[in-house]
T-cell receptor, first 112, second 113 residues
């Protein structure tokens, strides 16, 4: 079974800092990897999807990388803002299935 | 284009009662999913439907049944609710031919007393 781990579980940074969220997975036979954002009491918003053949994807201030061989992905957030405060979830779609295996998330607080 | 919609948004049930959670998507996706989210456990797959006419168990299917009513709609039924089913339920959809990117609904917050 694919196991997905996110480190750290919580992170607090001052506004303006660049930061990195980490995700690791145990089975490198993946179809794709998605990063989501979840605000308290809300649903999941897809931020970036990296296909297994790709090394990185960028959207605005967000950059996600994928290293299948080491079972790692990182989400880089540049020039963080208080509005970035949320929980960030990493999810892996394995080759063997359709559904996603989720990490438990990193809770991010950006302070003014 | 509403994406993925879920009803109801909130529900309180007594132990032993039954209910059906409804989900619909308007993106013409083939695959649909039901997840539950619990504190400290993350999101876990209950059931999924890879295509219209098929359903399969996920990681935590006990106590639930599903129906893929048509390509747009996928419902989740609790026949006899238990306090352990108190959770937030999310429906999602995707299309393997379009990168299998999953889109989520806003969730149903269910409390069983």
């Amino acid at each position: 079974k694919q196991e997905v781990t996110q480190i750290p579980a919580a992170l607090s940074v001052p506004e303006g800092e660049n930061l990195v969220l980490n995700c690791s997975f145990t089975d490198s036979a993946i179809y794709n990897l998605q990063w989501f954002r979840q605000d308290p009491g809300k649903g999941l918003t897809s931020l970036l999807l990296i296909q297994s053949s790709q090394r990185e994807q960028t959207s605005g201030r967000l950059n996600a990388s994928l290293d299948k061989s080491s079972g790692r992905s990182t989400l880089y957030i540049a020039a963080s803002q208080p509005g970035d405060s949320a929980t960030y979830l990493c999810a892996v779609n394995s080759n063997s299935g359709y559904a996603l295996n989720f990490g438990k998330g990193t809770s991010l607080l950006v302070t003014p | 284009n509403a994406g993925v919609t879920q009803t109801p948004k909130f529900q309180v049930l007594k132990t032993g009662q039954s209910m059906t959670l409804q989900c619909a998507q308007d993106m013409n996706h083939n695959s649909m999913y039901w997840y539950r989210q619990d504190p400290g456990m993350g999101l876990r797959l209950i059931y999924y439907s890879a295509s219209e006419g098929t359903t399969d168990k996920g990681e935590v299917p006990n106590g639930y049944n599903v129906s893929r009513l048509n390509k747009r709609e996928f419902s989740l039924r609790l026949e006899s609710a238990a306090p352990s089913q108190t959770s937030v339920y999310f429906c999602a959809s995707s299309d393997r031919a379009r990168r299998n990117e999953q889109y989520f609904g806003p969730g149903t917050r269910l409390t069983v007393t």
